[in-house]
C-alpha cells in the first residue's frame, strides 16, 4: 500500500526533527591535520557543556578521544580562537600540546602517559596569556605560536606576538622563560610556517583599523641557528590587499593567497598560479584557517570556488584542478596533507560536516571521521534551490531557499506559506548550502526558510564584498528584504507570515530590518549588536573594535551615522513582536547591547521575550541551551502566524 498524504496547514505538520536532536547534531569537526600518517581533528560535544574533543584515528582505523572530559581543547585568541593543538609522532607515540579553554594556557601530554601537564604560566591581568597555532619544533624543544597577552583590564589592552614555548615546563610559572621571536609592531599576527630547511618563517600581520579581508602584509624572515628571527621584510600585501594565507611548497618557494585582481587566487613567489575568477580563500576569522596545502609531488590542494567550494588538486604547471568526486557540495576551512594524502572537512545538502580524505594519486575520496548519520529518514530533510534575486539598483542578490518540505503532508492548495529569512553572520562571511538540521526543523513543520548572502558576503569577489563599505544596516537590510518580498511577489511565501531572524552580525540585520522596514510580521535576534556607539567605543573585544570604520564609517567622522543605523535609537518605530537571545558570557557581542535596547522598548506594547543564557558565550554551544532557544524561536512564529505546534513550550511574549 503507498503512504498516506495529509493535507494540514503549514506549521503543523508532525516532523520527527525536534530541537533536542538538532541541537545533538550542532558543530562540525574542525582544526584537521596529519600526525605521522594519522588523522587528528576536533568535535564539537553539546551534550558535554559545548566543549570540543580531541579525536584521533589510528592507521587502522579505530577512532578514539585523546583527552576525556572535562578537557576542551580551544583557543580564545581574537575571541575566536585560532587552531589549538598540534602534536607529533615519536617512537613512544604522539606527543600532544593543546589549548585548555578553561585557564587558556598549553599543556604537554602522551596519550596513555599521564595527567596532562602546563607548559604556560597564569597571568593575572585582564584576559591573561592566550596562545594559538602551536608549532612543534622537538629538535629545538619548543613550541612556537601566536601569544595574546593582556596588558590591562580593558578588552583592547593586550600585544600579539610570536613566541617560543620551551616544551620542558619551565615556562610553566615563569613568563620570562617564554622566547619571543619578534617584536608587537603590528597588531595582529598568525603563527610562522617554516620553509623545508627550516631556514625562513613566513606569516601574516595586519593592524587596526583594516580587518584581515581588507589588507594584509606577509612577512618572511631568516632564521639564525640559534632560532633568533632575522630582520622580517613584507613580500606581499598592503593596505588594500588581502593575503589569507601563506606556505612554503617542497622546492622552498612561497605559496600564497591574494585577492589583488578581486579574487583570492594563488601565487608562488609573486607569479600567479591559477587566475580565475573564483575564491581560492577567505576571511581570515581566526589563525590556522588554510585554503591550501603544497603535496610532496609538487601538485597543490585546494580549497576553491564561487559562492560553494570543492576540495581539488591543483597542477601549478597546467593550471589545471581536479575537483575530488564525491556528494559534497561544500568545503570548511581548513586542509592538510601527508605526502599525498589530504584531508578536509566536507558536508551536502543531504549530508552535515564529515572528515574527508583524498587519495591525489588515485583521485578516491572517502569519509574517514565523523561520518554523516542520518538521524532520521532524509524525506525530512529540506531541498534547497540555489537562486539570484534582483535587489536595489538592480544589483544581484545570492540566496538559498529552502520550500517546506515533507514525505508526507501537504497544505491546503489555497494556502501560502511562512518564510523565515535567515541573515548570516560576519558580516563578512557566508551561509553555506549544506544539511542544517535547524532549518530541517522549521521546512519539515511547513516553514520555509530562506539565507540570504546579502551585499558584503564572502565568496563572490572583492566587489561583492565591499558593496557592504559604510553600508552595513542599509545594503544588508534592502538585499533581504529585497528576497522577501520576492518570494511573496512570485506567489513562493505568504506576504503576511514572512519573519527575519539571525546571529551576532545577523542579529543586527534582523534588528534593524524591524526598526527600518515594514516587511517582517516578527524576528528572532541573537546575541545582536544593536547600539553601535556603545559596541564601537569600548564595549566588544580587540579584533574587531574598529570593524565599523569600514562597516560604518570612522565615528570621528560620522557619529551621527552610528545613531542613525542603530536599533537601539530608534525603538519607537518597532512594532512586530520580536525574540532576544542572549548569552551571559558573550564579551564579543555583551548583554549590555540587550539591556540597553530592551530599556528603549519598555513601556511600548510590542510582543517580546528575552531569554539569557548563563555559561554561554558567542555562539550557543549546550544542548540544553539550543534546545531552549529554537522551541522558543519556534513558538514565537506559531503565535504571529497563527500555527498550531504541538509538544513545543508556549513563549511567554510580555508587552
Not at 508532525?14 to 569537526?29: E, F, K, N, Q
Not at 596519550?111 to 597564569?122: A, F, Q
Request: glycine share 12%; hydrophobic share 40%.
Amino acid at each position: 500500500m503507498g503512504k498516506t498524504v495529509r493535507t494540514l496547514a503549514y506549521g503543523s505538520w508532525p516532523s520527527p526533527i525536534d530541537a533536542a536532536l538538532a541541537a545533538a547534531h550542532d558543530g562540525r569537526p574542525d582544526d584537521v591535520a596529519f600526525v605521522g600518517d594519522e588523522v587528528w581533528w576536533t568535535e564539537a560535544r553539546p551534550a558535554e557543556g559545548g566543549r570540543r574533543a580531541l579525536v584521533r584515528r589510528s592507521a587502522d582505523g579505530t577512532r578514539h578521544e585523546v583527552l576525556p572530559a572535562p578537557w576542551n581543547v580551544r583557543s580564545r585568541v581574537m575571541e575566536y580562537g585560532g587552531r589549538p593543538w598540534t602534536a607529533h609522532m615519536t617512537d613512544a607515540g604522539p606527543l600532544v600540546l593543546f589549548v585548555n579553554f578553561a585557564d587558556q594556557r598549553l599543556y604537554r601530554c602522551a596519550p596513555g602517559g599521564g595527567e596532562p601537564r602546563p607548559l604556560t604560566p597564569v597571568s593575572p591581568v585582564g584576559g591573561g596569556l592566550r596562545w594559538a597555532e602551536p608549532r612543534l619544533l622537538p629538535d629545538r624543544g619548543e613550541a612556537w605560536c601566536v601569544l595574546e597577552e593582556f596588558t590591562g583590564d580593558g578588552p583592547t589592552d593586550l600585544r600579539r606576538v610570536l613566541a617560543a614555548v620551551p616544551l620542558d615546563g619551565s615556562a610553566a610559572d615563569d613568563r620570562g622563560a617564554v622566547r619571543e621571536l619578534g617584536d608587537d609592531k603590528h597588531r595582529f599576527v598568525t603563527g610562522p610556517r617554516l620553509s623545508p630547511d627550516g631556514r625562513r618563517a613566513a606569516w601574516l600581520v595586519w593592524d587596526h583599523p583594516r580587518m584581515p579581508w581588507d589588507g594584509t602584509e606577509l612577512k618572511v624572515a631568516d632564521i639564525a641557528p640559534d632560532g633568533t628571527f632575522g630582520p622580517a621584510r613584507t613580500v606581499a600585501g598592503g593596505p588594500e590587499e588581502s593575503i589569507a594565507q601563506a606556505d612554503f611548497d617542497r622546492d622552498g618557494a612561497l605559496l600564497y593567497v591574494s585577492d589583488r585582481t578581486g579574487w583570492w587566487n594563488l601565487y608562488r613567489d609573486g607569479a600567479p598560479l591559477c587566475p580565475r575568477e573564483e575564491e581560492f580563500g577567505g576571511p581570515l576569522w581566526k589563525p590556522g584557517l588554510g585554503w591550501f596545502a603544497p603535496l610532496d609531488n609538487g601538485l597543490i590542494a585546494v580549497v576553491h570556488g564561487r559562492g560553494a567550494t570543492a576540495l581539488g588538486i591543483l597542477d601549478p604547471e597546467t593550471c589545471e584542478v581536479v575537483d575530488a568526486a564525491g556528494p559534497w557540495t561544500e568545503f570548511a576551512a581548513g586542509i592538510a596533507a601527508y605526502g599525498e594524502r589530504v584531508v578536509a572537512v566536507g558536508a551536502s545538502p543531504r549530508s552535515a560536516y564529515e572528515v574527508v580524505e583524498l587519495d591525489a594519486r588515485t583521485g578516491r575520496a572517502r569519509v574517514i571521521g565523523a561520518a554523516h548519520d542520518d538521524a532520521v529518514d532524509p524525506a525530512y530533510y529540506p531541498e534547497p534551490q540555489i537562486r539570484a534575486f534582483t535587489g536595489p539598483e538592480g544589483r544581484e542578490v545570492h540566496a538559498h531557499i529552502y520550500p517546506p518540505h515533507h514525505p508526507d503532508s501537504v497544505a491546503p492548495a489555497d494556502e501560502l506559506p511562512p518564510y523565515v529569512v535567515w541573515a548570516h553572520g560576519g558580516p563578512t562571511s557566508r551561509a553555506p548550502l549544506v544539511l542544517d538540521l535547524e532549518i530541517a526543523y522549521f521546512t519539515s513543520r511547513g516553514i520555509g526558510v530562506a539565507e540570504v548572502n546579502y551585499g558584503g558576503s564572502t565568496g563572490h569577489g572583492r566587489e561583492y564584498r565591499e558593496r557592504l563599505r559604510e553600508q552595513w544596516g542599509v545594503v544588508d537590510v534592502e538585499d533581504c528584504a529585497a528576497v522577501a518580498l520576492a518570494l511573496a511577489d512570485e506567489g513562493t511565501a505568504d506576504r503576511n507570515r514572512l519573519a527575519v531572524r539571525g546571529g551576532s552580525a545577523g542579529g543586527w540585520t534582523a534588528a534593524a530590518s524591524l526598526a527600518t522596514t515594514d516587511v517582517y510580521a516578527c524576528g528572532t535576534v541573537v546575541y545582536p549588536i544593536l547600539d553601535l556607539t556603545g559596541w564601537g567605543t569600548g564595549e566588544t573585544h580587540d579584533f574587531e573594535s574598529r570593524y565599523l570604520e569600514s562597516l560604518i564609517g570612522p565615528y570621528a567622522e560620522v557619529p551621527g551615522r552610528y545613531a542613525q543605523r542603530s536599533p537601539a535609537e530608534h525603538a519607537d518605530r518597532i512594532t512586530a513582536p520580536f525574540l532576544l537571545l542572549q548569552g551571559l558570557d558573550d564579551v564579543i557581542c555583551p548583554p549590555v547591547q540587550c539591556e540597553r535596547f530592551l530599556a528603549r522598548m519598555a513601556g511600548r506594547g510590542v510582543p517580546h521575550a528575552y531569554l539569557a543564557f548563563e555559561g554561554e558565550g558567542h555562539g550557543f554551544r549546550k544542548a540544553e541551551t539550543m534546545v531552549r532557544a529554537l522551541e522558543a524561536e519556534l513558538s514565537l512564529y506559531a503565535q504571529v502566524f497563527g500555527l498550531r505546534v504541538p509538544g513545543v513550550p508556549t513563549l511567554e511574549l510580555r508587552a
